[in-house]
């Protein structure tokens, strides 16, 4: 939900609450179906109190610690699938004077550096600030080092680069590499710092696939 809309929700609740418990208004019950005819003034204002209240527990959960977010696509099969809910960990949780404390192998979601995309995309973490990517026929090479993805189910043997990311910038890849559209397809590969949002840590719907994001590259 936006931001803006749920602050929108909280205030008209609140208005309606403070109406309801010093008799601003009274409500028509004329035109209302009969079930609603009985609801009195106690238990309507329990109601209004409750989403007043969650209203203000979700805005809490959303602005100082992480939100969720529903896979739109299959270009992190088979880790995320189309559907997947997974919640995601504000970036203030994990910024600092010294940058972003980000791993390779992490799940981010981030606002792509595309004209008139406002989507927010989700992909693996792969180039860090500085670093020099090269793809040989599906073969990921960092720094000249050959990059081991054990994780990866369905690769693709394509070339890009080598190209050197640039400082507070990154380059990020989808764990489906034949269907991903992500760094190296964009006209402009590397995402911004400050476009990255959150830090995936959890699929928590469907429940039989629940499960911590782990990072492949740290467990090692």
Avoid: C
């Amino acid at each position: 939900m936006n931001d803006l809309v749920l602050v929108f929700i909280i205030i008209v609740l609140f208005f309606i609450k403070i109406g309801i418990s010093n008799n601003w208004f009274s409500f028509p019950r004329i035109w209302l179906p009969s079930f609603l005819k009985k609801i009195n003034k106690d238990t309507l204002k329990e109601w209004i109190d409750s989403a007043f209240y969650a209203s203000l527990l979700a805005f809490f959960v959303i602005t100082f610690i992480g939100r969720l977010y529903i896979i739109p696509s299959s270009s992190m099969v088979p880790t995320l699938k189309p559907g997947d809910i997974v919640f995601g960990v504000n970036k203030i949780w994990f910024n600092s004077k010294d940058g972003l404390k980000v791993h390779r192998g992490d799940i981010l979601i981030f606002k792509p550096p595309i004209i008139n995309e406002n989507r927010l995309y989700i992909k693996r973490l792969i180039g860090l600030p500085k670093e020099k990517v090269f793809i040989d026929q599906g073969n990921l090479y960092i720094n000249d080092k050959l990059i081991k993805e054990d994780y990866l189910v369905y690769r693709d043997y394509y070339s890009y680069g080598p190209i050197e990311v640039p400082e507070d910038k990154y380059f990020f890849l989808g764990d489906n590499r034949p269907n991903s559209y992500d760094s190296h397809l964009w006209d402009n590969p590397f995402v911004d710092k400050n476009n990255i949002k959150s830090k995936a840590l959890v699929i928590i719907f469907p429940f039989n696939r629940i499960k911590i994001l782990s990072n492949p590259f740290k467990e090692k």
